[in-house]
């Protein structure tokens, strides 16, 4: 069975969604954003190899979503000198994803890609890990 947008199975899919998103620890919605960064970017370079114009604009638009979320949940206080880089690496992310838009060429977004799948990999490492040694609490 196929979970379109539509129907039933959409519906189903959509309360699957939340409820993994409502129950997700900070890390697993990251590990969530940068999984979901990698799907658009790949879902836009093969649009453009598709000349699928409508495709490309709405799979790099929930990139940019993406991305701005990211940005956005970077805390640089805490984060000090990691966050202000991952800033700087979104910001760069940002910018050629644009040029690949604009020109019509998906290597563009295939650099980012590899980013991501890097950042996925270190982000997903770190959430398992989490998983496996829960903070303690002093008097717990």
Do not use: C
């Not at 947008?5 to 900070?26: E, F, H, I, L, W």
């Not at 977004?109 to 982000?123: D, G, I």
């Amino acid at each position: 069975m196929t979970y379109g947008s539509g129907g039933a199975g959409g519906a189903a899919a959509s309360a699957y969604k939340a409820s993994r998103v409502m129950s997700s620890t900070p890390v697993d919605l990251i590990v969530m954003l940068h999984e979901r960064l990698l799907a658009d970017l790949r879902g836009g370079a093969l649009a453009i190899e598709a000349e699928n114009i409508e495709a490309k604009a709405a799979r790099l638009q929930s990139a940019y979503d993406v991305i701005y979320e990211l940005m956005a949940s970077l805390d640089r206080e805490a984060g000090g000198e990691i966050s202000h880089r991952l800033s700087a690496l979104y910001s760069y992310m940002i910018s050629r994803i644009g040029e690949g838009s604009r020109t019509l060429d998906p290597e563009p977004l295939n650099e980012v890609a590899k980013h991501v799948e890097s950042l996925l990999s270190a982000w997903s490492t770190l959430a398992a890990e989490s998983r496996e040694s829960p903070p303690s609490f002093p008097g717990a």
